[in-house]
Structure formats: structure tokens, C-alpha cells
């Protein structure tokens, strides 16, 4: 993340901008010069781009000073601009964030967070932002909020045609503060009001099962995520059980660092992934040397809310052949962001490349496919009958190496739908 | 509901009310001196983002397009409906029906319940009518390009051209697509209709309020010898509205004298309109007077009128329609009308593209904003979708039937 090409060094490129913006304001400003702001500028903005930059501070002039709604707020315009910039990329995760946004969405991945307690996926064939799991004992689910409720209003703001981002950073805020969310679950809209907290995300849980068998899940991959697993793996003694399960189920993922800390625990040596940027340069990154030296056969379950970083490292054991992956063909999200800090205090949000896994393999689009395919399409009621027959598959595969998929696999049968007369 | 958006959307076709009013009335409006700092601050993460998603982004990027959707975001966030921003493509026909004619095909467009763009009617004796387009059609594609997700402004840019050149067009029909090549040329939009009708009453119906409206419609009034009738019937229904200077010189029809509007702009300051000596009168914020219209007399017929409206009457004709209501001169049948109470101004930009924005507020005579409320008719008279579709306008009937008993009374 951090090592990102650059056409200049950060310093350099604001001296750069700053002139640039100097002229181009004064160059407007003694009289429509644009010859001479369009020589100065060329640095940055390609000749026959300059007229659309001029032609923005202009709509801005007139804006500010004709509107009917007085005074037009300055930073709400540029906000809308930059927002604007960013969102003709279509693309889902990248996005512009202003600084309120902004302060408490990059915070986000310190481990603590001032929300509601909730992960989130979007599904964009159908269009829709759903809950994708609620964190234990955190404001969202304490409102009784449940995994699969579609977000259809946030605080009288219609979702439809919103990205995660842009989601995300309404959703999110102070904490004490209220959040009212409209959502559809069904056939049924339920409104909550959600007081948000502070709270440090729970990254990871561990205990040991049945048949002395140890789990750990993870929610998602945090600047902590590692020192957590660490804690766990030496809590409960791992090598001295039958085996390992880690859990990355509906984790979304998260920062990529982390990713590289978590794979480098599983992986002694070699590559973690491929970074492949816009322009065709390419980084590989190692494991750390953090190796955790686990002993045991390790199971990995997936499914298909895992995103990302989750990808990413079952990808990599999946290549090394150092797990077994069980569950569900996962998400499919094989890019990376970045985050921007901006001169006014917002941010940006950017894909800035494709990853492959250590065989060069891109999941884009289509997630990493487990080696034991455990399928479960009604897994919101398994969880409330306190069920969950992947896990029960992997914990049989670590006990007898074996599994019958069919027999663990959960699928609602399609119902044929009965006609009903009324009367 | 579809209708609202049918009509809101003809509306935005049609063209904003009260361009011509910048160009009257108002200095070119010239961005004011901003303070140099400040401005810099505002406007570095433009190029921070710009900068950085040109190096960084995983794609590749258009430089222009990313402007582009800096001006169309800064716009965006004003969440009014009336202010766009136009493309340099579109700029050139943006007010083009308001003159009168368009070079182009000769179909009214707007988008339905889907998002898609849809014919809604074809014009008599046009090249679309000529090919065979029909009410219905949807378009899918321009000269091979797919269009669509595109907002019906950026359709009619690609659809729109000089006359003489042609254009393809993929048409959805039912479950085909239908492949056209149409050669555009010049249409006369017809503005003012009219006729005698039964107990020689007048009819005149006006499209939309063009540059040339006045005068067509003193020529429909020559045509009908309106001093020989019993009554008049104005029909305003439909009508989007158009240029503020034409609503000033169609309010002095029938109102001799009197306030036709308030303008209220966005720093407090007002501007009253008022029809005095057949002209029409600007008073500004300190008291200066000036001609703002010449073409403003009187019909001059001692005959009762009666003007419809309906709830696609909007803007211009919502204005003559209060000014009339206020000042007490004829009587208002129909439906509650639209409800757009803002007056926009358009100014073309560096690139080529234009900005039309919302500048201000217009009041009635009586001070009321109509804005989201409309004005309700003195005589409500609705006009079913069934009533519609048997041919039968339950409207223009209770009109004349009104001004029969009113002619009787005499």
C-alpha cells in the first residue's frame, strides 16, 4: 500500500499544484488569459483538458453568485465536484470522501470504530447494499438488526444508487449520535434508530471445539488482526490439538498490510501476492518471516461474503497447499485501494490495482473455489436453529481427513408456489 | 404519475423559463473577484484528485471526462431540478424550440417508468414520420452507439444536427429492434392554434411561450376577428412555459394594467413587472423604471374569456395564469397547474458547454410563491384518462358551457 509509483514526490507535486492553482486563478482573474494558464498548467492537465478545468471555476463564480438559494455553501460545491470526479470511474470502491466522512471512515481500520456495529456487502447485480454480518453486543444488532437486511433508506436518504463508500460514510459517525436506517428484510421495512458507539472492533474470536479441535474466526483484517490471532493460536496451545479451523466467513477484508501479517503466520517463505498497477509495473510481496510454525492440519472456511483480504489469504494458502479451504465459492474482489488525504482534510478512495495470487491467478469476479464445496443457501435460519453444517463438515474432515460433502450441504428445496383462490 | 414525469421531463426538453431575461435584463453576469486564497485552497483537491487519478487509478481514464463529471457533480449537489449543466454537444440546441423551429428529426422524447428514452409522439410531415418512427419506439441505439443510460439531454444532442445530415437509429419495438436512417431537416414547431367553435366562441391554444408567441397569437386574434365573438377560450393546458419577456407580453392580453409578477432573487433584492400602456414595465430595487417589453396591449374585446389549464401547465403559463387570477380578468378552468415557481438563466462556459441555473424566485401579484403547489383554477373541471381516450375533452366543454350562461347573463 504504501509503495505506490508516484509521477512526483508528495512535496514536489504540492509545490506543483499549488502554482498551478495560483496562476490558474490569477490567470482568470487578469482577464481571461487562458494561453497563459494553459502554458503554466500543462504539467498537470493535458492542453485540451484545461478548458473543462476553467469552465468548472467559472460554473463555481456563477454559482456563488446568482443562485437562488443564498449563500451557496463553498465546500459543498467543490465537495459535489470532487464527488462528481471520482464517481465517473463506476466504480464501486473508489469514492470521495469529505473531511467529516473521511476522518471517521480511514479510522475505521485502526480497530475501534464509531458506528453501528455492522459489516456490509453490496450485491451489484441486484443493485443492493445488505448487512452482511452485525458485530456481537455492538449497536446494530442490539436494534436487532440481521445479516441479509437490504439498506433502503439511511436517515431519509434513499441507498438506491449509492456505492459502499458513499453508504458507509452516512452510516457511520460519532458516537452518541443517532442513525435512523430504513431497512427491507423480505417482504417487511423496518425502521431502527441506532445510537452509535464507540466500540473496538472484536477482529477475533477463538475457542476450542468438539474433538479438540481449535477455531479462530477473524471479521475482518485490522492494523490488530495479527497480534490478535497470535494471542489466540498461543491461548489455545494449537499444536497440541487435532487441528485447526480459521474462519474468514463474511469477513469483507481490510487493509492489506494486514493480509500479508495474517498469510506470513500460515506460509514459511515465498510470495503472499501480486500487485499489478494501471500502468503494468508490478510489485510482488513476500511473507514477513512472521511464520506461527502450526503443526496441525488447518482448515480454512469461506464463503461467498468473503471478500478481499479474506481472498487473498486463502488464495495463497490454496496455492501453497497448506490448508484446505471448505465452504463457498468466496466474493470475488480482486483489487486493491488506496486512501488519499486531501489538502481540505477529505479523502479519496481508489483502486489502484489488481492482485494475483502467488500462481498468478486473478479472482476478480470470480472468488477462489474451495477444495471441499460445502453449500448452504439458508444459512440465516440455520443460525437460528444454531447450526452450521460447514463447520461441522470441516470439523469432520480434521477428525477423519475425509468428508461427504452431500451430507453437510443445507439447500432449500425449490418450492413450487401454490395458487390460492380467495374466496 | 407517469404523466408528472412525462410532462417534467418535456418541460426540461422544451427549455428553462426566463432565458431570454439574462440577455434583456441583466449585464452578462461576470464572476466576481474572488479572494485569491481562498479560492486556491478550494480548489487544490480538484487537482490533488484530478492528479491522482490520472497516476494511480487501475484503468485507464478520459482527463476530459473527469472534468466533466466535476462540473456535472458541483451542479448535482445543488439537488435542484432546474439547474444542469449542458454539454458543449447539447449547448447549441438547448433553446432552440423556443425560437420557433429545430433541425432535426421531429419527435418528442421522454423518459418513462424504466429510465428508457421513449418516442411520445411524431410530429405530422417530419423526417421521423417520413421513416416510419412511432409513438412508443424506444431508443437503444445513436449512429451505433448505445445509449441507453443516457439522460434524454444527451440523447437529443447525438439525435439532434444540421439538416441534410443523417442519423441511425436502433429502435426498440415490442421485442425487436428496428434499425432507422433519417435525414434531418428543419422543423416548425406549430405554436398557436385556432378556431371558432360552437356559439362563436374563440379558441386559442398556445404550445409554449416562444419569442414569436405574441405575435402568432395577435395573428390567431386578427384571424378570428375577436371584436365579432361572444366569448374566448385561451387554452394554456400542456403548455411548459418558455421565455419570461413572451409571458409578460401574453399577460398584457387580458390585463389592461396591473402587477403581472414579483422576481425575487437570491440576495433579497426584487423586481416587479408591471403591464401599464400596453408595455410591460420593470421596476427594480431602486425604483428605476424601464421598458422591458413593448408588445403588451390589451386583446380590447368586451367578451368574456375564459383560460384552461392543467397539471402540466407550468411556469410561464402558471405566470400569466396568477397575474390574470389576481388581477381578477378572466376565469381560470381546469386542473391545479404544475407548480414551478423559479425563473432560470443560462450562461455558456469557457468549454463550450453552458450552465443553466435557478436565479431566482418568482412571486404573484398577490405575493404567493406557487412553487410544489401550483394555481388552483377559480372552476375545477378534471379531465379523466378515460374521458381522453373516447375523444371526449370534458374540459373545453365545461368552458363553453360556462361561457354560454355568462353570454346569456348579458
Excluded at chain 1, 157 to 182: D, H, S, Y
Excluded at chain 1, 358 to 381: A, K, L
Excluded at chain 2, 313 to 332: F, H, K, M, R, Y
Amino acid at each position: 500500500m504504501n509503495n505506490q509509483s508516484s509521477f512526483f514526490t508528495p512535496s514536489v507535486q504540492i509545490r506543483l499544484l499549488a502554482l498551478a492553482i495560483i496562476l490558474f486563478v490569477a490567470g482568470f482573474l487578469l482577464g481571461n488569459q487562458l494561453s497563459v494558464l494553459q502554458a503554466q498548467n500543462s504539467q498537470l492537465i493535458p492542453e485540451d483538458a484545461q478548458q473543462e478545468l476553467f469552465a468548472i471555476y467559472e460554473q463555481y463564480e456563477y454559482i456563488k453568485e446568482n443562485f437562488v438559494n443564498q449563500p451557496v455553501d463553498n465546500t459543498l460545491l467543490i465537495d459535489g465536484a470532487l464527488e462528481g470526479m471520482v464517481n465517473i470511474l463506476e466504480d464501486e470502491y473508489s469514492g470521495y470522501m469529505n473531511a467529516e466522512s473521511f476522518a471517521s471512515f480511514s479510522g475505521s481500520f485502526s480497530g475501534d470504530m464509531e458506528g453501528i456495529g455492522a459489516i456490509i456487502r453490496s450485491d451489484m447485480e441486484l443493485g443492493i447494499i445488505e448487512i452482511a454480518d452485525v458485530l456481537p453486543n455492538a449497536p446494530a444488532e442490539k436494534a436487532g438488526v440481521v445479516p441479509g437486511d437490504v439498506f433502503i433508506e439511511v436517515d431519509g436518504i434513499p441507498v438506491a444508487g449509492m456505492n459502499q463508500t458513499e453508504l458507509v460514510t452516512i452510516v457511520r459517525g460519532p458516537a452518541g449520535t443517532t442513525v435512523t436506517i430504513l431497512m427491507q428484510r423480505g417482504d417487511k421495512q423496518l425502521t431502527f434508530e441506532i445510537v452509535r458507539e464507540r466500540f473496538e472492533i472484536p477482529s477475533v474470536f477463538s475457542e476450542v471445539l468438539e474433538g479438540n479441535i481449535g477455531y479462530i474466526s477473524s471479521y475482518d483484517f485490522n492494523q490488530r488482526t495479527r497480534s490478535k490471532i497470535d494471542a489466540a493460536l498461543a491461548e489455545l496451545n494449537v499444536n497440541e490439538l487435532n487441528g485447526l479451523i480459521i474462519d474468514l466467513r463474511n469477513n469483507p477484508g481490510g487493509l492489506l498490510t494486514s493480509a500479508i501479517e495474517v498469510g506470513s503466520a500460515f506460509i514459511e517463505n515465498g510470495d503472499i501476492l501480486h500487485e499489478v498497477f494501471g500502468n503494468g509495473e508490478e510489485i510482488t510481496f513476500e511473507t514477513d518471516g512472521s511464520f506461527a510454525n502450526i503443526t496441525v492440519p488447518i482448515v480454512f472456511l469461506v464463503n461467498e461474503r468473503s471478500a478481499s483480504a479474506s481472498e487473498l489469504v486463502a488464495g495463497a494458502v490454496q496455492d501453497y497447499g497448506l490448508a484446505t479451504i471448505i465452504g463457498e465459492q468466496t466474493f470475488g474482489k480482486g483489487t486493491v485501494q488506496q486512501l488519499r488525504t486531501l489538502t481540505n482534510g477529505g479523502g479519496v478512495r481508489l483502486t489502484i490495482a489488481q492482485w494475483l495470487t502467488p500462481n498468478r491467478n486473478s479472482i476478480q469476479g470470480e472468488g477462489i473455489t474451495p477444495d471441499i464445496i460445502i453449500r448452504v443457501d439458508n444459512d440465516r435460519e440455520l443460525a437460528e436453529l444454531g447450526k452450521d453444517p460447514q463447520l461441522d463438515a470441516a470439523v469432520e474432515f480434521l477428525l477423519s481427513g475425509d468428508v461427504d460433502a452431500e451430507a453437510f450441504e443445507s439447500i432449500v428445496p425449490e418450492i413450487t408456489p401454490e395458487v390460492t383462490e380467495t374466496p | 404519475m407517469r404523466f408528472k414525469r412525462y410532462f417534467f421531463t418535456l418541460m426540461m426538453i422544451i427549455g428553462a423559463f426566463g432565458i431570454g431575461y439574462i440577455i434583456g435584463t441583466h449585464n452578462p453576469v461576470q464572476p466576481a473577484l474572488a479572494q485569491q486564497t481562498t479560492t486556491s485552497d478550494l480548489f487544490a483537491p480538484l487537482l490533488e484528485v484530478y492528479d491522482l487519478l490520472e497516476a494511480q487509478y487501475v484503468n485507464e481514464i478520459d482527463p476530459q471526462a473527469m472534468l466533466d463529471g466535476a462540473i456535472r457533480g458541483m451542479v448535482e449537489i445543488l439537488d435542484d431540478p432546474y439547474t444542469n449543466y449542458v454539454d458543449p454537444d447539447y449547448f447549441p440546441f438547448v433553446n432552440q424550440e423556443l425560437s420557433g423551429s429545430i433541425e432535426g428529426i421531429g419527435v418528442v422524447i421522454a423518459e418513462n417508468d424504466a429510465g428508457q428514452i421513449e418516442i411520445i409522439n411524431v410530429l405530422e410531415n417530419t423526417p421521423a414520420q417520413r421513416a416510419g418512427l412511432q409513438s412508443g419506439d424506444i431508443f437503444v441505439g445513436v449512429n451505433g452507439e448505445d445509449v441507453s443510460d443516457l439522460t434524454y439531454l444527451e440523447l437529443s444532442s447525438r439525435v439532434r444536427g444540421r439538416a441534410g445530415t443523417t442519423v441511425d437509429l436502433d429502435m426498440q419495438r415490442g421485442d425487436t429492434v428496428v434499425s432507422f436512417t433519417v435525414e434531418r431537416a428543419r422543423i416548425e414547431i406549430p405554436n398557436v392554434e385556432y378556431e371558432v367553435l360552437d356559439g362563436n366562441i374563440g379558441y386559442i391554444k398556445m404550445a409554449q411561450f416562444s419569442s414569436d408567441a405574441r405575435q402568432k397569437v395577435d395573428e390567431a386574434l386578427a384571424a378570428l376577428d375577436v371584436e365579432s365573438l361572444n366569448g374566448l377560450i385561451f387554452d394554456l393546458r400542456d403548455n411548459p412555459g418558455g421565455y419570461l419577456s413572451a409571458a409578460v407580453e401574453i399577460a398584457g392580453l387580458f390585463m389592461e394594467q396591473g402587477v403581472v409578477l414579483v422576481e425575487e432573487f437570491g440576495d433579497g433584492s426584487q423586481q416587479v413587472f408591471e403591464i401599464r400602456n400596453g408595455q410591460g414595465i420593470q421596476i427594480l430595487g431602486d425604483n428605476q423604471e424601464r421598458t422591458y417589453v413593448n408588445n403588451a396591449a390589451y386583446f380590447g374585446a368586451d367578451i368574456p374569456v375564459v383560460v384552461l389549464v392543467n397539471e402540466r401547465s407550468a411556469s410561464a403559463s402558471e405566470l400569466v395564469a396568477g397575474a390574470w387570477q389576481d388581477n381578477n380578468t378572466v376565469t381560470i378552468m381546469g386542473e391545479t397547474t404544475f407548480g414551478k415557481g423559479t425563473v432560470q438563466i443560462q450562461n455558456q462556459l469557457s468549454n463550450g458547454g453552458g450552465l443553466r441555473y435557478t436565479i431566482a424566485r418568482w412571486l404573484t401579484p398577490m405575493g404567493e410563491w406557487i412553487s410544489g403547489t401550483g394555481i388552483s383554477p377559480d372552476i375545477a373541471i378534471a379531465l379523466t384518462e378515460e374521458m381522453v381516450a373516447l375523444g371526449q375533452d370534458t374540459q373545453l366543454k365545461a368552458a363553453l358551457e360556462f361561457l354560454a350562461v355568462q353570454i346569456n347573463q348579458r
